[in-house]
């Protein structure tokens, strides 16, 4: 009988050569992902240094060939860094917001490791998973509740997909209740007009560049993040357009960047502007203006924090008396505002930027009133002199 093969991903003992004086070689066999047991070897001018650099390369070659192993007995814990390592190589590639990679890791280090995190892949059961999600949710809300599900789901798919278990359990979860969005709160166009002379009159709104700001997502309906990261050359201030081309993030370590590429991809897209935000854009554009240049720069320079601007809006708004208005509602209003005009709900998605229609119409689409048009009720929020001051 044969010497029996090597589990898959695994080596077997290393042994250590002198080649001559400081000059030694560590080799061992290693049985790939393909089923191939191949030798590799390192060396070093030590034993201790051959064989460390050959356990690093053994490490790394297991990286490289799918990661570790995945079986009915790794723990929930080691699947779960790997899925996570994933999703990091998805943020690499432009596929994964950062924001997303941070909020999956959150959800793993406070809810899904410290309550599954040690058990193996054989020992979880829907009633566990169920346990845990319903708790999340009594605890933190159903928002946390709805992103743990999501990330359990993840880990589990990758599992299913390494044949450590036949089905993902999390298909099993009871429903998150409440998860429905009611209809969307919005402002009126007289809350609009209202609201810009207020944010134009206030001291700090003007330091912080906020009143030209907000007119553009009110005339655009365009997210906090694209706004920011809209640049001279995405206007055709002749034709009276705008070009949404990405959204300003913020990575760990490298700060804040201009993302290439939309939260979808019908957010690629180009909007027409009402003719009172063709008239601030040129007024605020520099004679120096550089094409890559943000239209919408920081108070101090440089690209925009979304964070930082909607901390900012949440001082104005409250000053203003609207508690209740974040800057995602300025969204809402163009979605109704267009709504009320009697534009297909296929326009206003466009208009936003989102691939199913169904999110316009569940979550966007506010109260409906009497109908006029599309680039008119846009153009009823005039720009005016009193405003500035």
Same mark, same amino acid.
């Given at each position: ?142 928002? *946390?509740?709805?992103?743990?599900? &999501?990330? !359990? ?5 990758? %599992? @299913?997909?390494? $044949? #450590? +278990? ?47 700001? *907000?007119?553009?997502?009110?005339? &655009?309906? !365009? ?5 920011? %990261? @809209?640049?001279? $050359? #995405? +206007? ?154």
């Amino acid at each position: 009988m044969g010497r029996p093969s090597l589990p898959v991903g695994t080596h077997g003992a290393i042994r250590c050569y002198r080649l001559g004086p400081k000059r030694y070689r560590a080799v061992t066999d290693y049985r790939d992902y393909d089923g191939r047991t191949r030798r590799v070897e390192r060396t070093a001018a030590s034993r201790t240094g051959a064989e460390q650099r050959l356990k690093e390369a053994l490490r790394d070659r297991g990286r490289t060939s799918g990661g570790s192993e995945i079986t009915a007995e790794s723990k929930v814990a080691v699947v779960a860094e790997q899925w996570m390592a994933n999703i990091l190589e998805a943020v690499e590639d432009g596929r994964r917001s950062p924001g997303t990679a941070d909020v999956y890791r959150a959800r793993l280090d406070k809810q899904v490791l410290p309550a599954i995190g040690a058990l193996r892949l054989r020992e979880v059961t829907v009633s566990r998973l169920d346990r845990l999600v319903s708790e999340v949710q009594k605890r933190h809300g159903k928002s *946390t509740a709805k992103t743990t599900r &999501t990330v !359990l789901s993840g880990v589990l798919k990758l %599992a @299913v997909r390494h $044949d #450590a +278990l036949s089905v993902n359990l999390v298909a099993g979860v009871g429903r998150i209740e409440g998860q429905e969005q009611g209809v969307a709160q919005a402002l009126t166009l007289e809350q609009a007009v209202e609201l810009r002379a207020k944010i134009a009159a206030h001291p700090k709104a003007r330091i912080w560049d906020l009143p030209d700001f *907000t007119d553009m997502m009110l005339a &655009t309906g !365009l997210r906090i993040g694209e706004a920011s %990261a @809209v640049t001279w $050359d #995405a +206007l055709d201030l002749v034709k009276g357009t705008v070009e949404v081309r990405g959204t300003v993030i913020r990575e760990r370590g490298k700060g804040l960047r201009i993302k290439p590429k939309p939260k979808t991809k019908s957010g690629w897209r180009t909007l027409e502007l009402p003719s009172w935000a063709v008239a601030m854009l040129k007024a605020r554009m520099p004679e120096d203006a550089k094409p890559d240049d943000p239209v919408f720069p920081a108070p101090l320079g440089g690209l925009r924090d979304p964070s930082n601007s909607n901390h900012d809006l949440r001082v104005v708004f409250d000053h203003a008396g609207y508690k209740w208005v974040t800057s995602h509602v300025y969204r809402k209003t163009v979605a109704t505002l267009m709504d009320e005009s009697g534009l297909p709900v296929r326009v206003i998605a466009d208009q936003l930027g989102h691939a199913k229609v169904s999110m316009t119409q569940d979550v966007y689409l506010g109260r409906k009133t009497r109908k006029t048009g599309a680039a008119s009720v846009l153009e009823a929020i005039e720009s005016s002199d009193q405003f500035r001051g």
